[in-house]
């Protein structure tokens, strides 16, 4: 089957079998492999992405259900690394082993774009989907304070 | 050196061409050529193989340890640039290829152990060296600017990555000498005395940013599932969920019906099956119909069973292994005064690395190239030769970013599987545990019963200590289960086995997290028995070991221990060591009386690690070590049921979430000269015992089995 969606602000057009699944496909089939599996069940929150702004968990995403919309990953988020929220995460450091940050990244951006001043309650249940193993969660939380405060 | 390189096939200006600048060694990223052979290493030893200096200044410092988030790779590379005194903004970091006899190093810091990227040992370990190898690179510098120059080379100066001679006023960029360094047959050891004072560090103890960390926030760190190779297929493996039993596919045909699947492979321990894309894999992989065959030991385990097992055990007169001993603890006991007995418990549990296993496998005729985000470098490269009957030199091993690795890691099952159906299929291929596969074939920290015994001399002293360790998992159960900060005349600790047939590993802190728990734990209960101050008791046993001291007195004073408490909170209090680090903690919690769901509230912690080369990542690191551990002692627990894992995934695993993470935590590294010691596992050990200690000062009951989940709070609240 023939899909097509705009990834990262560019039209792209994947052909894959008709249960294919949207993290695989961004993974395997158009090799951005910023969005990173975790769980498959949706506990994790490593897969996160945007489907027309809004998060996402990739992996129990089917393909079709991307036809037609803006899919964001973690490599559409900026260009350069300049999204705000990436310049706090550098700023305070935050990733230790990294795996889960694409995930915590794409998670936060969304809030942001949403509430840009959310308080720490609303952050923590935002948030809480999204596992970290490293235990990076209190700099998570400073380093979207820091981005809303900005913002 | 040029002879060796032209005997080798290379000459040196295509070395200096392949290169773009010098590389202090034969054995360079990207020529994989140059391999040494076996009488040319004691020479080569004598030179720096950790650098790469371009004419454009740029310097590539080689990590020899695995990255798995524990940043070493930024703190090895600031020891070498230390020594250097190469200009860090210049600073770029590439994994050191898989030559354990160049990067390796021995557990007492010798160069040429292994890869081995374990116990929190890569900064104590390579520390010396690594400041040795740095000051040999700017010796090498130094040399050829002298002879140039017409100068003394002890009369230059340096600093960072620029060359001065004050006499004549000149100076160089590190760069620059490029163009005319002669790369020397030798280079001498450097003496201490010339390496450089520690008030003089421009990175080491100094504040520097990671790495790695840019990488981390725009999805560009290479992990192995990242990896694409021309050609790959895909591959998920069903294995036993009874460790040791066979499998016997009942639906081959339908299986291999599925549009897309490319192949099965038959494995000892599973069943594998290969296709052309990762979903057509995963789905076949979920539609094997299978019989396990075979009677093997873990089917009669059962592990809530296991602790009356335990039990039994520990009443057999005859002794485990002995992990340490002092003074006559069977002549002395038995006179106590007073005896203070308590047991403690705690349930397996999984690493939970957020990377599910993985690797990239391509094997050939005659060689085999891997992709694997691996703790273990040399150790995978050689199990993969050796299952394949290869020669060491003819694996080629990418190493990887690891999605955390936690002691999971240094295991290389995952990878001969990947090896074992590439082969088998003559293709690349990309193996993917799901996290079901990740955890119920996973390697467990294993379960213990902890039974302790102390007896109270007429002074109110504790004269007696007896600990018995008992559980599965063999070496794994005894680290950190000596005391050799307590000075007690009479102590025996020792260590029970008993083998379920399942499989157990290192798991970050290994024994060091349920023993410091019941230690401490252990220790409390002592002191509220003799009504004295936990802490005060503590200062009591370790009034002759002043490091430790310090360290407990600092987490004393940061957290104002003994002042009041919040209402309806608490603060439990705790010392522990581990890689030869000393951290001690204190905790603030409160309990829901009703759902029995404990809150933690702030953490404080002091840490003495020896020099620390990065401050504010060490910190950083017992921060993660700190929330790890939490999440092990309020949620984890893996059980049994007939050798089969109960749980899957986690909804029934649940590791701890941003909701349940302390609302704050306060670190303090104690500043010292001693040499570095080990920390990514430090802030682990005393977790257990701090909640277990606030929840006793809190409620009055004791929390004695690991984890401390709702259902155990409510029985030990309402007995």
Known sequence: MQYSFILNGKPVQVTAEEDANLLWSLRERLKLTGTKFGCGVSLCGSCTVHIDGKPVKSCITSLSQAEGKRVTTIEGLSEDRSHPLQLAWIEEQVPQCGYCQSGQIMQAAALLAENPNPNREEIIKHMNGVLCRCGTYLRILKAIEKTAQKV | MEKQIESQGLSRRKFLKVGGGITFLVSAVGLPALVFKKGELAESKQISAWVHLASDGSVTIYNPASEMGQGTMTALAAIFAEEMDADWSKVKIEDAPVEPDIYGIGWGGERGGSMLTVGSRSVSAHYNNLRQSGAQARYVLLSALAEKWGVDRKELKTDSGVVFHPKSNKKITYGEIVEFVKIPGSVPEIPDSDLKNPKDFKLIGKDYQRYDVPFKVDGSAVYSGDIHVPGMVYAAIVRSPVNGTQPELKNESAIRGIKGVLNLVSLKHGIGVVANSMETALKAKSMMEITWKGDTKAKSHNSQDAYEEYEALSKSSKTGSIVAQAGDLNRELPKAQKTIQADYKNDYIYHAQMEPLNAVAHVKADSAEVWVGTQAADG????????????????????????????????????????????????????????????????????????????????????????????????????????????????????????????????????????????????????????????????????????????????????????????????????????????????????????????????????????????????????????????????????????????????????????????????????????PTGIGEAGLPFMGAIISNAFAALTGTRLRHMPFTPEKVLEVLSS
């Open chain 2, 380 to 675: 995978t490269r050689n199990d993969v030769a050796n299952h394949l009957g290869l020669d060491f030199k003819s694996v080629n091993l990418h190493t990887c970013y690891l999605g955390g690795g936690f002691g999971r890691r240094s295991m290389t099952d995952f990878v001969i599987e990947a090896v074992d159906i590439s082969k088998a299929v003559n293709l690349p291929v990309k193996l993917q545990w799901t996290r079901e596969d990740d955890l119920q074939y996973g390697a467990f920290r294993p379960i213990s019963l902890q039974k302790l015994e102390a007896g109270i001399d007429q002074n109110g002293n504790i004269n007696s200590w007896k600990h018995v360790v008992i559980g599965t998992g063999g070496g794994l159960l005894g680290s950190g289960a000596d005391i050799p900060f307590y000075d007690i005349p009479n102590k025996l600790i020792e260590v029970r086995n008993i083998d379920h047939g399942v499989r157990t590993k290192h798991w970050r802190a290994v024994g060091h997290g349920p023993n410091k728990f019941a230690i401490e734990t252990f220790v409390d209960e002592i002191a509220l028995e003799q009504k004295k101050d936990p802490y005060q008791l503590r200062r009591e046993l370790m009034k002759n070991h002043p490091r430790e001291l310090a360290v407990l007195d600092k987490v004393a004073e940061m957290a104002k221990w003994g002042s009041p408490v919040p209402d309806g909170r608490a603060r439990g209090i705790a010392f522990a060591e581990r890689s030869g680090s000393l951290a001690a903690g204190v905790c603030e919690i409160s309990v829901d009386r009703s759902t029995g769901k404990i809150k933690v509230h702030k953490i404080w912690g002091s840490l003495d690690g020896g020099v620390v080369v990065h401050p504010a990542n060490a910190k950083y690191q017992m921060e993660g070590s700190l929330v790890m551990g939490l999440s092990s002692v309020l949620f984890e627990s893996i059980t049994f049921k007939e050798g089969q894992v109960e749980q899957s995934n986690f909804y029934d695993y649940p590791i701890l979430r941003m909701e349940d993470a302390p609302e704050e935590i306060i670190l303090e590294i104690i500043p010292s000269t001693e040499k």
